[in-house]
C-alpha cells in the first residue's frame, strides 16, 4: 500500500455554474484513500490508537465508499476488515480487472473480506441487514471494533467539526457573514454534525441538504438517531422526483458533465448530481433574494472511486447521450 497521506485542510475553489458564482470545499483532495467524507469520518480512528483491536466489522452496500476506505483503514492499522454485504450483483463480480476497480475491487485488493449474507441468514436475525449486524454486534470481542454503515456514528462528529471549523475560517477570510452550506446526504452524519457545531458556535451559517438515500422523513429519522434536539438538524430541500439510490438517471449523467464542463471539476456520481441539482433550483427560485450573493458553499465530498464502476455503468445504458 502507498503512503497515505491526508491534507491537513482541503482548499475552496471558487466555481461558476450556470452563471451563479459557488465555493466549493474541495474534500475529495484530502486523500486518494479517505477521500471527502471518509477522510473526516473516520479522523477519529486514523487519529487514534486502538491497541486492542484486531479486526474492524462493518456493514452496507457493496459500492459504498465507505467499504474502500475502511479496507484502507484496516491495512493501515494491520487490522482485518470483516464487511457483511447483501448481495453482490453478478456485474460487479465479473468486472475486478486492474483499470476497473471501484469500491468494491479496490477494497478487496487492500485485502478486504467481504461477506455476503444470504436472505435466509438474515430471515433468521429480522428483517433486514440492519437487523442482522445488530445481533452480530452483540456477539463481538473486545478486539473488534464495530462501525455502522456508512460510518453513522457520533465518533463521526470528531473530525466533521473539523470541517466546520475550516469553513468557518473560510467564510471569515472571504467575509462571508451568513454562508449556505450545501451537501447532499446519505445517513445524514456529516450534515448534522455540521449544523451542530455551527448551532453551538452560534454561527448563522446554515446547512442545506437533500435525502439521496431514502426520502427526507427517512433522513429526519437519521438525524433524530444522532441527535434528538430537531434545532440543531439541516434544513432539508425537496427533490422534484423520488430517485432510488445507485440507479442510474438520464439527468444525473447531464448534471455530472455540466459540472465536468463548467468547472472542470470531476464529482461523483452517486451523491453530486442529485445534490447540485437540488441547489441549483434552491438558488434559481429564490432568485428575488440574490441568495448567491450572501455565499454558498458546497463540499464535494469525494466518492469518485466509485465513478469507476458507474460511469461504465452510465455508458452502456446511455451509450448515444453519454457521449457527447
Ligand atoms: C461521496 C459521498 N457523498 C455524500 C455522502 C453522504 O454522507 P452522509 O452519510 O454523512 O450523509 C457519502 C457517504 O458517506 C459519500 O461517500
Redesign the pocket.
Known sequence: MPVVSILQQSPVQTVDISGFKIHVKRDDLLSDYFS???ARKFAYFLDNDFPRIKKIVSYGSVQA??LYSLAALAKLKNWQLDYYVNRIPSWLKTNTNDDILGNYGGALTLGANIIEVNDDEIANHGNNLDDFMLNKAGHLTHEDLFIPE???STLAQYGIEQLAQEIDEYCQQASIKQAYIML????????LFLQTWFNQQNSPHQVLTCACVGDGNYLQKQFAELNNNSKHWPTILATRKKYHFGKLYPEFYQMWKQLKDETTIEF?L??DPLGWQVLLHFIKSHAESHIVDRGIIYIH???LVGNQTMLPRYQRKYSNTTHR
Do not use: E, I, V
Not at 446526504?185 to 450534515?191: C, K
Open positions: 471527502g467524507n471518509k465508499n465507505s456508512g460510518g453513522r447532499p446526504s446519505g445517513t445524514g452524519t456529516t450534515a461523483d452517486l451523491y465530498q469525494g466518492g
